[in-house]
Nanobody, 122 residues
Framework: QVQVVESGGGLVQPGGSLRLSCAAS????????MGWYRQATGKERELVAT???????NYADFVKGRFTIARDNAKKTVYLQMNSLKPEDTAVYYC????????????????WGQGTQVTVSS
């Protein structure tokens, strides 16, 4: 069974920083893409950033220059460093991990974490 668990959310003032972490665990062969989505109250879930197993990154335009995604393959962990936070960044942040179940499988399944709340407010 695969688990994806986020940590690091909380309350921060505008202009502040937070670092989110997400670790994947369980019995599986490999992880391809890991990343972060977010969902604000009353809005659709949206992509924030993704990173491939060889560290190729993709960012939503609204976080470019403020957020940085990084990954430790040995720890099966992805991080999101969020700087210059704005009130509009307030949302539940979800981690995703695209996991290949076994060496004999040629597909990946997307696994979601339970989400961590980030609130940006003075």
């Amino acid at each position: 069974q695969v688990q994806v668990v986020e940590s690091g959310g909380g309350l921060v003032q505008p202009g502040g920083s937070l670092r989110l972490s997400c670790a994947a665990s369980g019995n599986f062969f490999s992880i391809n893409v890991m990343g972060w989505y977010r969902q604000a109250t009353g809005k659709e879930r949206e992509l924030v950033a993704t990173i491939t197993s060889d560290s190729g990154t993709n960012y939503a335009d609204f976080v470019k220059g403020r957020f940085t995604i990084a990954r430790d393959n040995a720890k099966k962990t992805v991080y999101l460093q969020m700087n210059s936070l704005k009130p509009e960044d307030t949302a539940v942040y979800y981690c995703v991990a695209d996991i290949r179940p076994s060496s004999g499988s040629y597909y990946y399944t997307r696994n979601w974490g339970q989400g961590t709340q980030v609130t940006v407010s003075s």
